[in-house]
């Protein structure tokens, strides 16, 4: 069996206040204490909108919540004229742990390249977080039977040039754009050829330990229904959960699944 430890993480996009933000938390953790829920066993992240951010960490920091929460997008540029950017300093600041890095929307509308997207995971790492690097392919490459070396072909691209230490910090979520978002879930075996392709190829980029060591999570249309059998595949370390993630019985329940 693994040593990772599973970690459940929601992408909250662009829905809740900062006012829904605490309320949605609190139902969340009382779920969570009603059910005894062993946070050792299972780390379980929230990733709101900025706005939010300092509210959670508030209400984290004043009950001692065992909760984790990060954000969902980064600038790649430490402090200046950019207006509207957060820096990865900022997000540090507010007690984050995680910054989801090059996920689709991302990529689709703003858009952001490789080359941004690996100056992000710099960021991020330089300010002591760990990026959440989301890869995976759109219904095309699929079609034409190239998606594990697309997918793996993104993570490397983004990775190649890091140190081990660094390497060691990541987290990767295979999120296949097709399923994102669609109810088009993937199969537990599609998931875990994709996890494992990953996984084999940062072994032979870094140190064995790293590819031990990364959770590689699966994205797309999770639900407390699905995620059952996903999370028995061996390479499938946790989610990252979008739509299921706005409802905190939904999120109560997968985090009990592992
Ligand atoms: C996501 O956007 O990261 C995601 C996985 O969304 P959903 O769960 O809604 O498919």
Redesign the pocket.
Same mark, same amino acid.
């Given at each position: 069996a693994s040593k990772r430890i599973p970690l459940i993480a929601g992408?909250w996009?662009m829905n809740f206040d900062h006012l829904e933000a605490t309320y949605f938390v609190q139902k969340l953790v009382w779920l969570l204490r009603d059910a005894r829920f062993d946070y050792s066993r299972c780390e379980i992240a929230l990733m709101p909108s900025f706005t939010s951010l300092r509210s959670v960490q508030v209400l984290v920091e004043a009950d001692r919540l065992k909760i984790r929460y990060g954000a969902q997008s980064v600038s790649v540029t430490t402090q200046g004229a950019f207006t509207g950017d957060v820096s990865a300093d900022m997000i540090a600041h507010l007690g984050c742990s995680y910054v989801?890095v090059g996920?689709? !929307?991302r990529r689709k509308y703003h858009p952001e390249d490789d080359a941004n997207i690996v100056d992000q995971v710099r960021a991020v790492l330089a300010a002591g977080m760990q990026p959440i690097l989301?890869v995976g392919e759109s219904f095309e490459e699929r079609r034409q039977g190239i998606e594990l070396d697309f997918a793996v072909g993104q993570v490397h691209d983004v990775t190649r040039d890091l140190s081990d230490e660094e390497a060691a910090r990541l987290i990767i =979520?295979y !999120?296949p754009v097709w =399923?994102? #978002?669609?109810g088009m879930v993937a199969t537990p075996d599609t998931a875990q050829e994709a996890a494992q392709a990953i996984r084999d190829d940062l072994r032979e980029t870094f140190d064995a330990q790293v590819a031990d060591t990364v959770r590689i999570l699966y #994205? #797309?249309?999770?639900t407390s229904r699905n995620a059952v059998q996903l999370i028995e595949e061996p390479d499938v370390d946790g989610?990252?959960? #979008?739509? =299921?993630?706005l409802d905190a019985d939904e999120m109560a329940k997968i985090a009990r699944l592992t």
């Open positions: 992408n996009k989801i996920h689709s !929307e989301c =979520a !999120e =399923a994102i #978002g669609t #994205g #797309g249309s999770v989610f990252l959960i #979008g739509g =299921a993630s």
